[in-house]
Each structure stands twice: as C-alpha cells, then as structure tokens.
Nanobody
C-alpha cells in the first residue's frame, strides 16, 4: 500500500505560480498512474490532471489546460503539479491520488483512484 503526502500549497496572487508535489512512501510511485484533484469550499471534489504510469500520457481538466502541467520523477518517487497563471477560482484543497496498480492509464474520475493524500491548500487572491 502506498502513502501519499502533498506539499507546496500556499497563498499566491492571481497570475502567480505554485508547484505542488506529491511524495510517496510504502511503495514505489512508478507502479501507479497518478492524478490531482481539488475541492473548493462548498463544492465537490473535481479532476484536475492525471499522468499515466509510464508518464507518456497526461490529461487535464478544461479549466486548467494550458496553465497546469503534471510530471513525475520516479527516481525521486514524486509527482508534481506546476500551476501557472493562477486564478481566484483555482482556490481549493488539492489532493494527490494513485490508481490501483492494475491500471496504468490515466484516470479521470474519483472512483478510479484508490489511494489519496490529505491535501494541500491553495489560495489565490485577486
């Protein structure tokens, strides 16, 4: 079983950038397709970005395309979400998640993920 811990959240002005990281322990991250989700106050958790186990395929929510990138460094056992041109509507708690090892492709929905971190808060001020 893998344990996930997010870091890198904080307060940033609109137009700024942040880089979130997800560190894994317990098992090597290279065994998992990974994703990022977010949950804004009063809203449901939503998909943000995903990367396949190989790192070849990625997918993004329309709301973040062209502004966010996802990458993985299997040697460091981390997955990162680089966020640029941030908007107030990006304010949320961001969660890192891992799919069951059987599935190597990107996952776009919450129920495709088995392991979750505790989240890191991102606040974008206008």
């Amino acid at each position: 079983q893998v344990q996930l811990v997010e870091s890198g959240g904080g307060l940033v002005q609109a137009g700024g950038s942040l880089r979130l990281s997800c560190a894994a322990s317990g098992r090597t991250l290279s065994a998992y397709a990974m994703g990022w989700f977010r949950q804004a106050p009063g809203k449901e958790r939503e998909f943000v970005a995903a990367i396949s186990r190989s790192g070849v395929s990625t997918s993004f929510a329309d709301s973040v395309k062209g502004r966010f990138t996802i990458s993985r460094d299997n040697a460091k056992n981390t997955v990162s979400l680089q966020m640029s041109s941030l908007k107030p509507e990006d304010t949320a708690v961001y969660y890192c998640a891992a799919r069951p090892p059987l599935y190597g492709a990107v996952g776009l929905t919450i129920n495709q993920y088995e392991y979750w971190g505790q989240g890191t808060r991102v606040t974008v001020s206008s």
